[in-house]
């Protein structure tokens, strides 16, 4: 076992940060767009099983590491052990706040380790904290507030099919794609880009931006973007209903 990616030890805070970023993503997928393969890869009748994330942006479901003490802090242990014994997205969330730690614990780790002073360890945790956690991203917890200030225009926009989620299309699915810019719409732009500025994508936690390709969830109303659910503007047009990894996975029957 590596470790979670050991081998490339970053120094600076930069370094330390894109590598957080890099095991961040790779959690998410798993949590999220991957979640089908991860519930495979969990089986409860295996060992004591962690989800390790790596610089590199992937995930993967392997035992811990052999040698005492291990390269690198190690992640929560026997997280298989739970998946049948509750509901799937409350699983999820445990996998996720045990998963944010471990994230927390292995910046910080190669903090102590190139000797960052408290100047350096300030600024590492400042950029840490203007990205979502894991929790938040799994329960959509990043974007309620959002979601409370929009409500009201969400509900009309859904009963209308404005031109803020559905764009030269009667389908019932939401979603919203680039426009080419166009002196009229200029004012409409504006107006969605207030309205979905602080929008976050379900699977990657990243901002809504009116540039890119975005698709809304019809059972949990989460956003996404299209390429991190693998969905183009072209399928977009003819999904009536569109279920995201996460609640396509609820929806699957238990054994």
Not at 56 to 66: D, G, I, R, T
Request: proline share 5%; net charge negative; with cysteine.
């Amino acid at each position: 076992m590596e470790g979670g990616g050991a081998q490339n030890n970053p120094r600076t805070v930069e370094e330390v940060f894109r590598d957080f970023k890099g095991r961040r993503a790779g959690m998410i997928k798993a949590l999220t767009t991957d979640v089908e393969e991860f519930y495979r890869q969990c089986d409860p009748e295996k060992e004591n099983l962690c989800l390790y994330g790596f610089p590199s942006e992937q995930w993967e479901v392997n035992l811990p590491a052999e040698e005492v003490p291990p390269e690198l802090p190690e992640p929560a242990l026997g997280i298989n052990f739970a998946r049948d014994g509750m509901q799937d997205k409350d699983w999820l969330s445990l996998v996720a706040v045990h998963s944010d730690a471990w994230l927390l614990a292995v910046a910080f780790y190669f903090g102590a380790r190139f000797g960052f002073d408290k100047a350096d360890r300030k600024r590492l945790f400042n950029m840490i904290n203007e990205l979502p956690s894991l929790f938040e991203v799994v329960t959509g917890a990043a974007k309620k507030q959002v979601k409370e200030k929009s409500s009201v225009s969400n509900h009309s926009s859904n009963k209308s099919k404005s031109h803020s989620k559905v764009r030269g299309s009667e389908s019932h699915t939401k979603y919203s794609k680039p426009m080419q810019p166009k002196d009229e719409d200029e004012g409409m732009d504006e107006e969605e880009e207030d309205e979905h500025g602080d929008t976050l994508c379900g699977a990657c936690g990243e901002n809504y931006a009116s540039d890119e390709f975005w698709i809304c969830c019809d059972i949990c109303e989460k956003w996404f973007h299209g390429k991190c659910v693998k969905i183009t503007p072209a399928r977009a047009e003819h999904i009536k209903q569109y279920k995201c990894p996460s609640c396509s996975s609820n929806k699957r029957a238990r054994p």
